[in-house]
């Protein structure tokens, strides 16, 4: 995102004249001086520098010759890139085959170990929700409607409690039919157990709701309250079983078979009927004394997919807010070389880009998810920074050379500045793809292959469109100064008026903001007053950045994947609210054959089970074990439980007092023995993200110092598991790309010390937008950390390219360095963050926090990344006078020298 520090030597001669006068156009150069030469004297003037330029004079001369070429046949290319987007963007018909928004699946870490913690408890304890069906051991999340009833005051009163049967009975009697027109309720398809359908909530088979003990209810055998009922208040009693005095929430939890592909097929239209009806039906019950919220299996999902379709109106609004912003800022009072259309155009080819690149990867099959619906206004932004560049480029031409020339000279500025550009940031999206999250590695491969049809559309149509623009703007000067011959001072004030004016020497005016950078704010910033203060703002910049990256919080919430305005976020809240206390009821499992009646075996599980239960967050009063049970009972009996007869023996009795716990134990009758169990622990205080981490990490770590093998294991752990990841995966893709981008900064900016200012300012960057996201309640995801990749590539716009034009600077002073660094880069930077800031603002007004949080994320990257650009990374290179171009190479003579 710059001008390189050289003049071009189109600045410092005139090839041919205005097109009038025989007379002037024999005193200079012939008009049509061949590309060519035009390179090999590009070449001689910069060969001499190359100990700062020695990647950039020949890529520089590179595109020199392709700017000739361009200009030649600029219709063909401007008409082969129209062609291929066409053919590329067929790709759109595979969209919805290529989409892909399983939220496990994308917003997982891939081959997390809770994925493989879940096949262990699948294979050794498989559920069957035909006829033994048990919430707390299944092993997914199971297929279910949820309700939250509320009632602030107390849900145990007989009008209250009333109301919930009313509303209990109409969720039960909901029907939907199937294809042939069978109608299936809720008693058809629900969950069974050995007695029927499995309860919503076991208190709803009791009658006197005056007497009910928590979290433990005191019956045979004993049922856990504490994930059912919230807001309660205790009375006398013994824990775990004290008196239920106030309940202010209930939960209502309508489980569904699903064991077989036409089960899950049927349960999934009940719940699809379910969202649909339910709403009226909540109306229709006009509960007085309850407060109801709801939630199913597949809320979350069809939540998350609908975000797609918000976004969409939001794209437009970006494409006409980046249109009239670039059309205003290429706007000139003179209307011949005036940009409009050129920026309108530019535009349009970054829209193309999208078109190719999206369509492209769709024909290659790469997964579409939601994340990859913020590409475009990223792609849009950055777009137009690199039209910017090449439209400064071509305004330091002049009318008076053939379109060859000012093309080949623009391309020679330019170019580079873009290819540099384009280099850092892919590069810094295609280390994204080394993340283990599946969304990041989307939106990584789309965002960065749209940076290369980019770059690649503006070095051919937008480069031809430019020099048909050229045509235009010298067909007008030729107009222009024929109307002015014979009456030269009523002419030019008259077409001064028009705007249609032009110097005899065809050289465009100064932009009121390059004077601005030139002689304002470059010596103003250089004052010792300014640098003393720049120094005490970034040292505070700095301070609140470190402090906040300690106070950030990992993880996605993932009522955060739905919308703002949807019903399951007073259902999150609400649960948040009265069902914190009492987190995951965790499954302990021990998969492999082990001698339950040897006393010492025994000893070592008790002294392993009892460890995880002494864990910060668990609590052993909650604790449930089948083999604990199983040595009170044969105490009870007087039996031997010591004796391997006797243990497998009186097992089957057992289990038939106790039926829950078949399917806690697997045995092996034929070789005596048992071949799998498993126990639960229950977590209490789980309600923040660190919490989660920690407490999955702690038993983790606890289990695996265990004598015997055991795993620990919820549905829940499959989405904890990022927490393990997300900052290892974040400060990989952040150390490696930050190495990368210090190769390429060494290659282009070959002073040492520069480099490491430019490194330096990637590491400021990134660690600011991480502190300050604390600040604004973004955590740290895997949609966060999309933006944290974003941040590298724009790091290095804003700050590697001002220290390139620095030490390219021909000034002896380093405070003039500064200055006219500013001059060639300060309005292209401006224009580049206001236009990416554009591109994504729209993000702002949506009611998904993946949108807003890219949108927000992305405005601290470019304040930022601009703040370094055009503040602190001046003011420390004039404190390191040693970043400069050393001036021994020979003068050159040649009159065509800069």
């Not at 005056?210 to 009922?229: K, M």
Request: hydrophobic share 45%; glycine share 4%.
């Amino acid at each position: 995102m710059f001008l390189n520090g050289q003049k071009s030597p189109s600045d410092s001669r005139q090839l041919s004249p205005p097109p009038a006068p025989e007379s002037l156009l024999q005193k200079e150069t012939d008009k049509a001086v061949a590309c060519s030469k035009s390179q090999d004297r590009a070449y001689q003037v910069r060969a001499p520098q190359c100990r700062t330029n020695c990647i950039e004079a020949p890529l520089s001369l590179l595109f020199r010759r392709l700017g000739c070429v361009v200009a030649k046949y600029p219709w063909v290319f401007l008409m082969l890139p129209v062609m291929l987007s066409a053919a590329l963007g067929s790709g759109f018909m595979f969209l919805e085959q290529r989409k892909t928004d399983n939220i496990e699946e994308q917003f997982t870490p891939v081959g997390g170990p809770a994925k493989g913690e879940r096949s262990l408890a699948q294979e050794y304890f498989p559920t069957n929700d035909s006829w033994r069906f048990s919430e707390s051991r299944l092993t997914t999340e199971g297929s279910f409607a949820s309700l939250l009833v509320v009632n602030t005051l107390d849900l145990l009163t007989p009008p209250a409690w009333e109301e919930i049967r009313l509303l209990d009975s109409s969720v039960r009697n909901l029907s939907m039919k199937d294809s042939e027109g069978v109608s299936f309720t809720y008693e058809s398809l629900c969950a069974r157990t050995l007695s029927g359908c499995s309860l919503s909530n076991p208190l709803l088979l009791i009658q006197n709701i005056t007497d009910l003990t928590f979290p433990f209810l005191n019956s045979t055998p004993p049922v856990f309250l504490g994930n059912l009922v919230g807001g309660v208040e205790l009375g006398s009693g013994i824990s775990p079983y004290r008196r239920l005095e106030k309940a202010k929430s209930l939960k209502l939890v309508y489980y569904l078979r699903e064991d077989s592909a036409l089960d899950r097929e049927l349960s999934r239209a009940w719940l699809s009927t379910f969202l649909q009806d339910f709403p009226s039906v909540l109306q229709k019950l006009q509960l007085k004394d309850l407060e109801v919220s709801y939630f199913t299996s597949l809320s979350r999902q069809e939540e998350f997919e609908g975000n797609v379709k918000e976004v969409i109106p939001l794209f437009s609004v970006s494409y006409f807010l980046i249109i009239f912003f670039s059309v205003i800022s290429c706007y000139r009072m003179n209307h011949i070389i005036s940009k409009m259309w050129v920026a309108a155009f530019g535009v349009i080819s970054a829209g193309l880009a999208v078109l190719s690149s999206f369509g492209l990867l769709l024909y290659c099959g790469v997964p579409f998810v939601v994340t990859v619906s913020n590409a475009p206004f990223l792609i849009l932004g950055v777009g137009v920074d690199d039209m910017f560049i090449m439209v400064s480029a071509w305004q330091r031409t002049k009318l008076i050379h053939s379109i060859e020339e000012r093309l080949a000279d623009t391309y020679a500025e330019a170019a580079v500045s873009i290819t540099i550009t384009t280099l850092t940031d892919v590069l810094a999206f295609y280390v994204g793809i080394m993340t283990s999250f599946r969304s990041v590695q989307a939106f990584c491969i789309y965002t960065g292959t749209t940076l290369l049809f980019c770059f690649l559309y503006n070095i051919t149509c937008f480069g031809a469109f430019l020099a048909l623009n050229g045509k235009v703007e010298v067909y007008l000067s030729q107009f222009v100064f024929q109307q002015e011959q014979g009456k030269c001072s009523t002419a030019k004030k008259v077409l001064c008026r028009k705007g249609l004016y032009i110097s005899p020497d065809g050289k465009e005016e100064i932009h009121a903001m390059n004077t601005f950078f030139r002689e304002y704010y470059g010596p103003f910033l250089t004052n010792i007053c300014s640098k003393l203060f720049v120094v005490l703002l970034y040292a505070g910049y700095l301070a609140a950045s470190i402090y906040g990256c300690f106070q950030i919080q990992e993880g996605i919430d993932l009522r955060n994947l739905a919308s703002d305005s949807s019903y399951v976020v007073p259902y999150y809240s609400m649960e948040k609210e009265y069902f914190s206390e009492f987190g995951p009821r965790v499954m302990v499992l021990v998969t492999k054959s082990v001698p339950y009646w040897d006393e010492i075996t025994r000893n070592y599980l008790d002294s392993c089970i009892e460890s995880l239960e002494k864990n910060t967050y668990m609590s052993k009063t909650y604790s449930d074990s089948w083999l604990r049970a199983y040595e009170i009972y044969l105490e009870t009996t007087h039996n031997n439980i010591n004796n391997r007869t006797i243990f497998i023996r009186h097992l089957d009795e057992f289990l038939k007092l106790f039926p829950e716990y078949k399917w806690d134990v697997q045995v092996n009758t034929a070789a005596r023995e048992i071949s799998s169990s498993r126990f639960f622990i229950q977590s209490v205080n789980v309600s923040t993200a660190v919490s989660e981490k920690m407490m999955l990490n702690q038993l983790r770590s606890t289990a695996a110092q265990c004598d015997i093998h055991l795993t620990v294991y919820h549905p829940a752990f499959i989405y904890y598991d990022q927490y393990s990841v997300i900052i290892d995966n974040t400060i990989q893709n952040v150390v490696v790309a930050a190495a990368a981008m210090l190769i390429i900064s060494l290659l282009f900016i070959p002073n040492p010390l520069c480099s490491l200012w430019v490194t330096f300012a990637i590491s400021s960057v990134i660690v600011g937008v991480a502190g300050f996201m604390s600040y604004w309640d973004i955590n740290l995801d895997s949609i966060s950390m999309i933006n944290l990749i974003i941040c590298i590539g724009f790091s290095v716009d804003f700050s590697a390219h001002i220290s390139y034009a620095f030490v390219s600077s021909d000034s002896m002073n380093a405070n003039q360095k500064v200055i006219e660094a500013l001059d060639l880069l300060g309005y292209p930077v401006v224009q580049g963050a206001a236009s990416t800031i554009i591109g994504v603002v729209a993000l702002a007004a949506a009611n998904a926090y993946i949108f807003r949080t890219f949108f927000k994320i992305m405005f601290l990257v470019i304040l930022f990344g601009a703040a370094h650009g055009l503040i602190f990374i001046p003011v420390f290179l004039t404190f390191f006078g040693i970043c400069s171009r050393t001036h021994e190479e020979t003068p050159c003579t040649d009159s065509d020298c800069p």
